[in-house]
C-alpha cells in the first residue's frame, strides 16, 4: 500500500495546478491516520476540480479507494452542506475522516482577507465538522455491537 500512496503523491504533485492545492492536500493526509486515508486524503482533489476521471482513479488505484474518492468528492453536489451530508448519508469512514482533515485544515488555514470566507461559512463549517463527526461515531457504534 505504500508504493500506492508514492504514486497518488507523484500524481498529485503533477496534476494539481491550484495556489497551495497540493500542500493543503498534503496537511490533510497528514491529519488521518490509515494509508488508504492517506492516500483519499492527497487525491481528494483530482476528481472535484477534474483533474482526472473517476475511470482513471478506478483503473489506477484500488476500487475502494476509488469509491471512497468519489465519495468525498463534490462531484454529484452542488455544494459543501449537500456534499457532507452525502458523505454522512454514505457513512464511508475513510470518506468522513478525510472530509474532516479537509474542513479543519481550510479552517486552519483560511486567508482572513477572503471575503468568501464570512463568519456565516465559518459556523457552517463547524456544524458540518459536527455532522460528520456524529455520522463517524453512529457507524463505528453499529460495528460494535455488531
Known amino acids: 500500500m505504500e508504493k500506492i500512496l508514492e504514486q497518488a503523491i507523484a ?3 503533477r496534476d494539481y495546478k491550484g495556489e497551495g492545492e497540493f500542500e493543503h492536500c498534503s ?10 486515508q492517506k ?3 492527497i487525491l ?6 477534474e483533474y482526472r476521471t473517476y475511470s482513471y482513479v478506478a483503473d489506477t488505484f484500488p476500487l475502494a479507494i476509488a469509491d471512497s474518492l468519489l465519495v468525498v468528492s463534490r462531484l454529484n ?3 459543501l452542506k449537500e456534499n457532507v451530508l452525502a458523505i454522512c448519508r454514505e457513512g464511508n469512514q475513510d470518506a468522513i475522516a478525510v472530509k474532516i482533515a479537509d474542513l479543519q485544515d481550510e479552517l486552519a488555514h483560511v486567508d482572513e482577507s477572503n471575503r468568501y470566507f464570512t463568519p456565516y461559512t465559518r459556523n457552517n ?3 458540518y465538522l459536527e455532522e460528520l ?3 463517524s461515531a ?5 460495528e460494535t455491537i455488531i
Open 11 to 13: 500524481i498529485a504533485r
Open 27 to 36: 496537511r490533510v493526509m497528514e491529519q488521518v491516520e490509515s494509508t488508504e
Open 39 to 41: 492516500i483519499i486524503a
Open 44 to 49: 481528494h482533489h483530482l476528481l472535484e476540480k
Open 77 to 79: 453536489h452542488s455544494n
Open 125 to 127: 463549517y463547524h456544524i
Open 133 to 135: 463527526r456524529k455520522a
Open 138 to 142: 453512529k457507524k463505528k457504534l453499529k
